[in-house]
């Protein structure tokens, strides 16, 4: 089992920035792929960014390619999402998840942390 949990979330203005983290508990963090989601109310859990446990990361999410960062720090057990240049439409509930293989589907993924929240106002 691995518990994951989200923090970094909050209300920012656009083109403002947040770093998401997400901590990880449980068997060894470093053995799994990590990924960020994002859900707005009547949408389904849209795919943001992903990473290995040996670094290598999958292509961004079209919307967010060139503002997302995901990174990851084993020694810490956190992985996180350094969002710049926010926009209003990048306001969702954001989750991180673990997999042991590296994916952009939801179905990819064992383990959910509870979501953090960003809005971003106009």
């Known amino acids: 089992q691995v518990q994951l949990v989200e923090s970094g979330g909050g209300l920012v203005q656009a083109g403002e920035s947040l770093r998401l983290s997400c901590a990880a508990s449980?068997?060894?963090?470093?053995?799994?792929?990590m990924g960020w989601f994002r859900q707005v109310p009547g949408k389904e859990r849209e795919f943001v960014a992903a990473?290995?446990?040996?670094?290598?990361?999958?292509p961004y999410a079209d919307s967010v390619k060139g503002r997302f960062t995901i990174s990851r720090d084993n020694a810490k057990n956190t992985v996180y999402l350094q969002m710049n240049s926010l926009k209003p439409e990048d306001t969702a509930v954001y989750y991180c998840?673990?997999?042991?293989?590296?994916?952009?589907?939801?179905?990819?993924?064992?383990?959910w942390g509870q979501g953090t929240q960003v809005t971003v106002s106009s």
């Open positions: 990473i290995s446990w040996w670094d290598s990361r999958l």
């Open positions: 449980g068997r060894t963090f470093s053995m799994y792929a």
């Open positions: 998840a673990a997999s042991e293989g590296l994916g952009s589907l939801s179905s990819d993924y064992d383990y």
